[in-house]
């Protein structure tokens, strides 16, 4: 008989687990919570679903062992994500290295994983909350070894199952159905786990400035420091909010900020909104400007180069002052190329589009499955890795899914002797 492999979530990992299980040979269920597969999948990327990237290294990712990381990404590569998608009949697009559906459609990223997942007559039950994940011993006649096995439940049922995968993925994302359910069950097994954490989010800041900038997007550099050191760095637009800031910059610098608030470290960020020009340079265009516009004030001296709420902003830090005294475009310019917020807190889990934190990798294999529990594997999301915005996470989705789900659809067949049956 087949092994029986049970995973549960229906995401990204969770769907590329089941189906590369079955495609080896096991029956597989897919139990998920929510009312519909996939809910994740349709918001990421803003709907367009960035599959992979073409730039890819375990350096780009955080968190975990990167040998094992390494080891997992290099058995399903990113060319071997766009072989699978394009021989299910997704046809993709490479913007500047990050991969998207042609369509830029992230339904039909899922219609085609379902599709797939039926082809190879994968069971996919909605609506099913588990309760618990406990091993057990099966035993067989006295001619067979033992061989262990599982019990999942949930609230008005119980299966059982060879091997289970765990692709709960985390609480981050307003879709309904996003939860810790993976920290509860490592704590009910005996699992060690790093708390999950917002990553990806939006910061909230303490001065009192949004009422003057939100709404601005700005081309800027974001410079994050915990315990006055400066952690990490990123560039692009930022979108100045009602409460702090936001946009791929912010999103890229997050997780440590997040990190750094746990751990109850002072957190700023320094926010360059020049970044193409040195502040010599930015100084002396502003003299340029004042000479070419006698009278003028500081304010009026920066029209051109910022947005008008951003000039507002230093209008208030100089008092209107005029664009004749030196000093103090000597000080606009480095305000403008440094300008300090404190960082208080994350837009919260419900904003992140993903968590840091999750399952250590020291619990696991390089085929994913869990030292301590044999059958037992862990995938995506809920494994202590994670990567920036441009196709990371789905990448780690995609290549923890498809080693745990070739495990997982082997192992059985592959351990037994003589005699012996799943």
């Known amino acids: 008989m087949p092994a029986k492999v049970i995973v549960i979530g229906a995401g990204a990992s969770g769907l590329m687990a089941a189906i590369t299980a079955a495609e080896h040979g096991a029956s597989v269920t897919v139990l998920e919570q929510n009312d519909r597969p996939g809910r994740k999948i349709l918001a990421t990327g803003n709907g367009k679903c960035n599959l992979t990237n073409m730039d890819m290294s375990p350096d780009h990712y955080h968190g975990g062992d990167f040998a094992l990381m390494g080891k997992i990404l290099s058995r399903f590569s990113n060319e071997d994500t766009l072989h699978f998608f394009h021989h299910i009949g997704l046809r993709t697009l490479d913007r500047n290295g990050w991969i998207y559906p042609y369509t830029e459609q992230s339904s039909q990223v899922l219609r085609l994983l379902l599709m797939e997942a039926q082809k190879r007559n994968v069971r996919i039950k909605c609506n099913e ?19 262990s096995g599982f019990h ?20 981050a994302s307003s879709v309904h159905g996003s939860s810790d359910s993976a920290m509860c069950f490592a704590r009910d097994l005996h699992i060690q786990t790093v708390p999950f954490l917002p990553s990806l989010v939006p910061l909230k800041i303490r001065e009192n400035l949004t009422n003057l900038w939100a709404g601005t997007r700005v081309h800027a550099t974001v410079q994050l420091f915990v315990d006055k050191v400066l952690i990490a760095s990123d560039t692009g637009e930022v979108q100045l909010t009602d409460f702090g800031v936001s946009g791929i910059p912010v999103f890229q610098i997050s997780r440590f900020a997040a990190k750094g608030i746990s751990d109850k470290k002072p957190v700023c960020a320094l926010l360059d909104f020049m970044p193409d020009m040195d502040e010599a340079s930015l100084y002396q265009d502003l003299l340029n400007r004042a000479a070419a516009r006698p009278g003028a ?20 830090k100089t008092s209107s002052g005029k664009g004749n005294d030196a000093q103090l475009l000597r000080k606009t310019a480095a305000k403008i190329k440094a300008f300090s917020v404190t960082v208080t807190g994350t837009a919260g889990l419900r904003h992140a589009q993903i968590c840091s934190g999750g399952i250590l990798t020291e619990e696991l294999t390089e085929d994913m ?18 990567g920036p915005c441009g196709g990371y996470n789905l ?10 789900g070739l495990h997982a659809g082997d192992s059985c067949m592959s351990g037994l002797h003589a005699g012996d049956s799943c």
Not at 130 to 146: G, L
Not at 369 to 386: Q, S
Not at 395 to 404: E, I, K, L, N, R
């Open 395 to 404: 990448q780690w989705a995609w290549a923890s899914g498809y080693v745990a």
């Open 152 to 171: 999942v439940y949930t609230a008005s049922w119980t299966y059982t199952a060879d091997s289970v995968i765990i692709a709960t993925g985390s609480p």
């Open 369 to 386: 499955e869990c030292r301590k529990i044999p059958g037992l594997y862990v995938t995506g999301e809920a494994v202590n890795i994670d």
């Open 129 to 147: 909350k588990i309760v618990r994940v406990q091993p057990y011993q099966q035993d067989h006649n006295p001619d067979q070894v033992h061989k």
């Open 297 to 316: 004030s500081v304010s009026d001296l920066l029209i051109g180069l910022l947005p008008d709420k951003l000039i507002s902003v230093f209008a208030e």
